[in-house]
């Protein structure tokens, strides 16, 4: 048998399959609470005062290994990030890999330890896994599905029923470097280039503003890009949103990009910025605690909620006004 | 577009990938804590005197729909009783699923509907969700994770360090009846049959047996099969596993089938049976507790636990001693 890539043996339950979670899985994400011979993990009792927040996400990036960072890393800061937005500490993390048969060995190990060393980063323990293999031509190589468990000081209002007409809209930094990362690094469209993708823990950026009077609501903008999480806003809150096309970070590789391909930056995936609704009193504040971040220094103030009907709606730099639709189809499938 | 099958822009986190959640998703598995508009879900406050247990797990069986379930009743029951056999009551799912691109929408449906039902059956509530769509050629159709949360009372001794020489082996109910059944569902090697797969939950079993003085370890066999459950014994105790061939249950069709394609039953999946190893002087009265059970009407005494070297050992019908090794290639594939 072919030692150096994944066979279907590895996903029966057996030896080869024991083998692979001890010599990849476990070697890199070992900690005390992750028990391979056990059905299910114990976890530790929490602080009385806190609440318990759970999410999960699945992940099918493609490249698996990117500029910035690999989907092992992505699928740590990507559910991470939805703890951290909701307000929550992210502590523990469950695995599951679906590998395609004849998956590389060492791209796995590599992989797997780049999850390692996001997770110590993030301080969150792997604390439960399990692996599938599937047969060559019914994957996409490497798919991973990551679930968070957190908990979130029980007095922390935050969420989309918070949010007041005249409130401010914040971004963290620029947008939709994480989609055109990964177009770039497909070489999609002849195009190439180096720039990373934004994937990082949001933390930094959302811890201090805990417990903040005036913080409403934050969410990180992945799939879908700003443009989705606005209208999130305007249909949970019945408001219209309205941006400043002038005012939202974006990069120039992106921006140049975008203007080849005709894409619009607002629709694009980031994996590592906060957009955040605050009162009009604290926005300021806001701006100058990310500011002070060096994942923060291209903060900005893009938008404020209006009263009036559900839409998002751009200020645009020629000085007109355009209705933000819905996205519609998929401008870059397989970018988390 | 095809309104009738899964395509890319279902997956792009914009208005086609909410409709999708909406119609499907949360439509089946809808309840007060699912929130499809949020980043996590806050779990109820649990009562101090239990310990949180998780779990995690991957479905990738073939065909999706099965005699005796699918692969959405499935998730649900693999991971309940994943939870079930540590001891715990399961009460929180989240589910991620990897839908192919052109995936029929009517059978998404249907899957989605019988894991709602098998949640409904097993009192858990799915909490969050997350849907992927890859592309046509790189996925199995679908696939799932489920990620369990469960509380077991904190005073439970159960695991594979409670096991003691002389202890007593016990199977609620003849093994194999799920993999042969996913065999003749696929029509390999040209047979056929209606074979009725095991999967269930296995809280019945388990739930009567917490707390009881001389229970020490329960496991489901799954991938693997009764024989890897076995191993996992020996290999933890370092001690003899000697079992009873004649002794094992084993329905007709799944003898039959295992003859004809020489398959070993102890190797191929259940996914509703329990294996306990439990003292010698309780050992009876739980083997009556299980066969006073619809579920458990041909549990049985199946072995016991020898000082000695660490092994799976066969006591044949033929009269003769058979080292069982570990499982090594994969008879049966996207079995679970």
Redesign the interface.
């Known amino acids: 048998m072919d030692e150096s890539h994944v066979s ?2 590895h ?7 024991r083998e692979l979670v001890e010599a990849v899985f476990a070697r890199h994400l070992g900690n005390p609470m992750l028990d391979i ?7 530790p ?1 929490l602080a ?1 005062e806190g ?10 990036v493609q490249p698996l290994e990117f500029p910035g960072g690999t989907i092992g890393s992505l699928a740590v800061h990507g559910t991470v990030n ?2 951290a ?2 307000g ?1 500490t992210p502590r ?1 993390l ?5 590998i395609e048969e004849g998956f590389d060995l060492e791209q796995l190990n590599r992989i797997i330890a780049s999850m390692a060393d996001a997770a110590r980063h993030c301080d969150v323990a792997v ?9 060559r ?4 190589g490497l ?1 991973l ?1 990551t ?4 908990i ?1 000081p029980a007095k922390l209002r935050l ?2 029923n918070q949010v007041r007409p005249d409130d401010l809209i914040l971004v963290s930094g620029p947008v939709g470097n994480h989609g055109i990362a990964m177009l770039l690094a497909r070489e999609q469209f002849g195009l190439t280039g180096n720039l990373l993708s934004d994937q990082a823990s949001v933390m930094p950026l959302t811890a201090p503003l805990l417990g903040m009077e005036g913080l409403r609501f934050m ?2 903008p ?4 700003l443009a ?1 999480v606005m209208h ?1 806003i305007a249909r ?1 809150t019945g408001m219209e949103v309205r941006l400043s096309q002038a005012d939202i970070p974006v990069s120039d590789p992106v921006a140049s990009v975008c203007e080849m391909l005709g894409y619009d930056p607002l ?1 694009l ?1 980031c994996e590592g910025r906060v957009a955040a609704v605050v009162s009009p009193a604290r926005a300021e504040e806001v701006l100058a605690i990310w500011q002070a971040l060096p994942q923060g220094r291209e903060a900005a103030i893009i938008g404020s909620i209006k009263p009036g009907r559900p839409a998002v709606v751009l200020d645009t730099e020629l000085g007109g006004l355009r209705v933000l639709d ?6 870059l ?2 970018i988390c």
């Open positions: 279907l043996a996903g029966n339950g057996g030896r080869l399959m011979q056990a059905d299910a993990a114990e976890l009792r009385p609440v318990m927040m759970v999410t999960t996400d699945g992940f099918t939805d703890l937005v909701s929550a523990f469950t695995l599951n890999a679906f604390v439960a896994g399990d692996t599938k293999v599937v047969r031509g019914e994957g996409g798919y599905a679930t968070g468990i957190g979130r969420g989309l969410r990180d992945t799939r879908g890009g989705t999130d949970a629709f995936a819905e996205l519609e189809d998929d401008p499938p397989r």
